[in-house]
């Protein structure tokens, strides 16, 4: 029979899997009590909530979160970062951490938008520029090409405006050096 604590605590853990955008699941063994003090503040000062977290507890949350790929992230003693807003800021904020202060905790996983990422995949999304970064670099290029489409279609019209003023410039510079010629002489 579960206790009314393993029952909080899934309630819990179901209400952070069903909020969070993100969940980053670390192991923490190695790590001393004042580097997890130090890492839980700056994870709090950045928004993420960083909890040390019975697996068996996470399968049964997941399970009823609907979310049952977090189970591929528990392996071994483990700890999830859940943070909301955008995952990419909380991954690499948590990833930068553990590189500045040299910390034994290994990140295993993360999971966003119902899918794993491990390895590769996980590095990669470290490395990917920032929400904010990649919607000033799509706008920059739309513009390119707005203003390359806005230089095509006026080129006609341009040479159009050219071959019409033509004969009136020729003119001119014909009634100009008549007017030179007869104000010479």
Known sequence: MPTAKK?????????????????IATGFTGASVNSMTE????????????????????????????RPEVKWLLEGPTAIA??????????????GYLRANRLPIIVRGAMLDGRVFTGVELTELVNLPSRDILNA???????????RLVT???????????ALNAPLTSLAT????????????
Do not use: C, W
Request: no cysteine; glycine share 10%.
């Open 82 to 95: 859940f943070g909301e807003g955008d995952p990419t800021v909380h991954i690499k904020s948590i990833v």
């Open 7 to 23: 029952i909080r605590d899934v309630e819990a853990l179901t209400d952070k899997l069903l909020k969070s955008s993100v969940a």
């Open 137 to 147: 670099q799509f706008v920059g290029l739309l513009g390119g090409l707005l203003v």
């Open 152 to 162: 095509s279609m006026n080129r006609p019209l341009q040479g159009l405006s050219n």
């Open 174 to 185: 014909v009634l100009h050096r008549r007017i030179e010629q007869q104000g010479g002489s």
């Open 39 to 66: 890492l839980r503040k700056h994870l709090r000062s950045e928004g993420i909530e960083y909890k040390v977290v019975k697996n068996t507890l996470v399968e049964i949350a997941a399970d009823i979160a609907g």
